[in-house]
């Protein structure tokens, strides 16, 4: 089992930044991928990056090439997102999730935390 609990969520003017962490528990858990999710209000849960084990390889969505970063620090067993230039359709709950390998497809990740809320206005 990984428990995953995320944080750094919160409200954020439009044009600025937000690092949001998700500090992972549970056994072996530095050896899963990891990535990040999102869900807008009325919208289906969307992927926004994902990173491999060994933080080597990452993948990213259309929409966050550029603005979004996917990092980690297994010796925290903490992955993070950070986010620049934000934008109000930005606004969402965004998930951690864990898988054996990073990849765009929800259905493949096994665990997930609460969420937290990123708000951007305008």
């Known amino acids: 089992q990984v428990q995953l609990v995320e944080s750094g969520g919160g409200l954020v003017q439009a044009g600025g930044s937000l690092r949001l962490s998700c500090a992972a528990s549970g056994r072996t858990s530095s050896s899963y991928a990891m990535a990040w999710f999102r869900q807008a209000p009325g919208k289906e849960r969307d992927f926004v990056a994902a990173?491999?084990?060994?933080?080597?390889?990452?993948v990213y969505a259309d929409s966050a090439k550029g603005r979004l970063t996917i990092s980690r620090d297994n010796a925290k067993n903490t992955v993070y997102l950070q986010m620049n230039s934000l934008k109000p359709e930005d606004t969402a709950v965004y998930y951690c999730?864990?898988?054996?390998?990073?990849?765009?497809?929800?259905?493949?990740?096994?665990?997930w935390g609460q969420g937290t809320q990123v708000t951007v206005s305008s």
């Open positions: 990173i491999s084990w060994s933080g080597a390889r990452t």
């Open positions: 999730a864990a898988a054996y390998r990073a990849t765009m497809e929800e259905r493949r990740y096994d665990y």
